[in-house]
């Protein structure tokens, strides 16, 4: 970084009053900002951004499949799908548990994608990071301190939530348990705050794209699904975060919105995905970013991704 951004960023913690004790996620604790990169060569933090996307919740192997083809075909590089659900009502559909999980493993390998999904209890992170590329810490758990430990002492990334009300403070402390823990390899994802406003679901704190830029070396993206509640509104959302510096998105696409179990009324249809997709190209490109280079169907022959992806062609 260079002394005028360095000062500016201490003038920044000065005001947000950023303890002495949160060392590992600042800013110039390292040399480089972190990139985090899953198997299947989806990136966080690089010059490419992340395009995960998928249901609120895994519903069926008919849904899921569906949707992966859909958003791969669109250009995503990530399967999103919560497998357990954490929900308001605990008579609201918890998710499907580990039949979800080994659904989502399924699809994603068939069309090259990554695998996120949501842990909701420490007991649970073994499990879900066996079938997982990246583990999901949700809003409603950012202060769950023995989830962030063991999902510190887990060997795969981990995409953390901001929570419903949490300052930017709360939110980097949270991160950095889980760095204290072992596990350098965290992305942030803001998904709207709660206000005095219930027109839209939450408020996207869009601000906090550039000040994270500053304040830490981890990579941030933005769910602008939870954070609107409204499936027509969400493009807008998208194209406002990718413009302001996120490294990625995380969209919710169902086959059928009115039907989900979960959160439809704010999921896009695979029509709204895809025209989604093709307004981010030159919005990325403002930010010297690119979309995903995974391969789409109908490119190009030699992708080393999943057979599904070819077979779609003939
Ligand atoms: C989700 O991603 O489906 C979810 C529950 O998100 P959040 O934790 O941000 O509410
Ligand atoms: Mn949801």
Not at 55 to 64: D, F, M, T
Not at 113 to 124: H, K, M, N, Y
Request: proline share 5%.
């Amino acid at each position: 970084m260079k002394r005028g951004a360095c000062v500016e960023a201490a003038e920044v913690e000065r005001r947000i009053n950023v303890p002495q004790s949160y060392r590992l996620v600042r800013r110039d604790a390292r040399a480089e900002r972190t990139v985090v990169r899953l198997p299947n060569g989806a990136t966080f933090g690089g010059d490419e951004i992340a395009l995960c996307a998928g249901p609120c919740g895994v519903e069926s192997a008919e849904q899921l499949e569906r949707t992966a083809r859909a958003i791969a075909g669109s250009g995503a590089n990530v399967l999103r799908g919560g497998a357990y659900k954490p929900r308001t009502s605990p008579y609201s559909f918890q998710g499907l548990g580990e039949e979800a999980l080994r659904l989502l493993r399924d699809c994603a390998d068939r069309y090259g994608l990554g695998v996120v999904t949501e842990v909701v209890d420490p007991r649970g992170v073994e499990q879900v990071a066996s079938y997982a590329d990246m583990l999901q810490i949700g809003a409603r758990n950012m202060q769950n301190f023995a989830l962030l430990r063991e999902a510190g002492a887990a060997r795969k990334p981990i995409l953390l939530k901001r929570g419903l009300s949490a300052t930017v403070q709360e939110w980097l402390l949270a991160a950095e348990y889980v760095l204290l823990a072992g596990n350098e390899d965290v992305v942030l994802c803001e998904r709207g705050v709660r206000s005095f406003d219930a027109a839209t679901r939450n408020v996207l704190d869009i601000g906090v794209v550039p000040l994270l830029e500053e304040l830490t070396h981890l990579p941030v993206i933005v769910d602008p699904s939870h954070a609107i509640g409204i499936a027509r509104l969400v493009p807008a959302l998208a194209v406002a975060s990718v413009a302001a510096g996120a490294h990625g998105l995380l969209v919710e696409v169902h086959p059928e919105p009115s039907r989900a179990l979960s959160d439809g009324a704010q999921s896009l249809d695979f029509d709204q995905f895809d025209a989604l997709v093709r307004r981010l190209g030159p919005v990325a490109a403002l930010s010297g970013r690119r979309l995903p280079s995974r391969l789409k169907i109908g490119e190009r022959e030699e992708t080393g991704f999943g057979g599904a992806v070819q077979q779609q062609r003939r």
